[in-house]
């Protein structure tokens, strides 16, 4: 009988799934987490594992392999001025997703940080819209091939700011400004507080930790307003700047979000 390896030997199947373990410590996303252990990528205190669910103690010393972290480092994280009529994820009827834009003649160069990195077909690959921008919205649109910047964006603890300028028309409830900030909810679930301040008569600018699906637009029809123009101009530390409209750029390896 062929002797086990003791460095594959298996993890007891008590304690958190290793993908669910990386992903809340932001090595990666679970789908990735995933792929890592089938490729035996992944080590669980020294020891490899190669079988999906396995389980490991919450304080497990969890880590990937030169390999994995190769992957991780050719992933991209493109930043796009999104227009109006392209939807951020999957198309829908009559309309054109987002990441068509992302093509080389489409890529911007910034001449105050000229672009060291040259487009190639594989970067669109696998690449997701992180958070939702919808059709009728335009601005800031993140699309990445990297889970963990996917989790940083989306997961349902993320607190990185999301920032909106929003034109508006009609007559604010008298509370109206109160309420956007702190007392609204949405699909039965109260909304995150949120910073609203008048940036002239008919626009506001919204600060908001989350992204549920035409989240600003709803939030002003409950206190008398009604959108008329939405432009994201900010996530986290990243700002859309000069970034003209229909074009992207890359997002350079020393700008965190």
Same mark, same amino acid.
């Given at each position: 009988?062929?002797?086990?390896?003791?460095? =594959?030997?298996?993890?007891?199947?008590?304690?958190?799934? !290793?993908?669910?373990?990386?992903? =809340?410590?932001?090595?990666?996303?679970?789908?990735?987490?995933?792929?890592?252990?089938?490729?035996?990528?992944?080590?669980?205190?020294?020891?490899?594992?190669?079988?999906?669910?396995?389980?490991?103690?919450?304080? &497990?010393?969890?880590?990937?392999? /030169?390999?994995?972290?190769?992957?991780?480092?050719?992933?991209?994280?493109?930043?796009?001025?999104?227009?109006?009529?392209?939807?951020?994820?999957?198309?829908?009827?009559?309309?054109?997703?987002?990441?068509?834009?992302?093509?080389?003649?489409?890529?911007?160069? %910034? &001449? /105050?940080?000229?672009?060291?990195?040259?487009?190639?077909?594989?970067?669109?690959?696998?690449?997701?819209?992180?958070?939702?921008?919808?059709?009728?919205?335009?601005?800031?649109?993140?699309?990445?091939?990297?889970?963990?910047?996917?989790?940083?964006?989306?997961?349902?603890?993320?607190?990185?700011? /999301?920032?909106?300028?929003?034109?508006?028309?009609?007559?604010? #409830?008298? %509370?109206?400004?109160?309420?956007?900030?702190?007392?609204?909810?949405?699909?039965?679930?109260?909304?995150?507080? #949120?910073?609203?301040?008048?940036?002239?008569?008919?626009?506001?600018?919204?600060?908001?930790?989350?992204?549920? /699906?035409?989240?600003?637009?709803?939030?002003?029809?409950?206190?008398?307003?009604?959108?008329?123009?939405?432009?994201?101009?900010? !996530?986290?530390?990243?700002?859309?700047?000069?970034?003209?409209?229909?074009?992207?750029?890359?997002?350079?390896?020393?700008?965190?979000?």
């Amino acid at each position: 009988m062929q002797k086990k390896n003791p460095a =594959e030997s298996a993890v007891p199947p008590s304690g958190i799934r !290793i993908s669910k373990l990386l992903a =809340e410590r932001g090595l990666c996303s679970r789908r990735e987490a995933d792929r890592y252990i089938e490729r035996g990528q992944v080590f669980v205190d020294g020891v490899r594992v190669t079988e999906l669910g396995t389980r490991a103690a919450p304080d &497990a010393r969890i880590t990937l392999d /030169k390999a994995a972290k190769q992957t991780q480092a050719r992933q991209v994280t493109i930043l796009l001025h999104k227009p109006v009529g392209f939807v951020s994820g999957q198309p829908e009827p009559g309309y054109k997703p987002a990441i068509l834009l992302i093509r080389r003649e489409n890529q911007w160069q %910034d &001449a /105050k940080h000229p672009e060291r990195q040259a487009f190639e077909p594989r970067h669109v690959q696998g690449l997701a819209p992180a958070g939702r921008l919808d059709i009728d919205s335009t601005g800031l649109l993140v699309l990445t091939q990297d889970g963990r910047v996917a989790r940083q964006l989306i997961d349902e603890d993320s607190r990185v700011e /999301k920032e909106y300028l929003v034109r508006v028309s009609g007559q604010i #409830a008298r %509370d109206g400004i109160e309420r956007l900030r702190c007392g609204l909810s949405l699909d039965g679930k109260k909304l995150k507080p #949120a910073q609203v301040d008048w940036q002239n008569a008919d626009q506001l600018r919204f600060i908001l930790h989350e992204g549920k /699906k035409r989240q600003i637009r709803r939030m002003c029809e409950q206190v008398g307003l009604s959108v008329t123009g939405l432009k994201r101009v900010r !996530i986290g530390q990243i700002c859309l700047g000069q970034l003209p409209l229909g074009r992207w750029r890359y997002l350079r390896t020393e700008e965190r979000f």
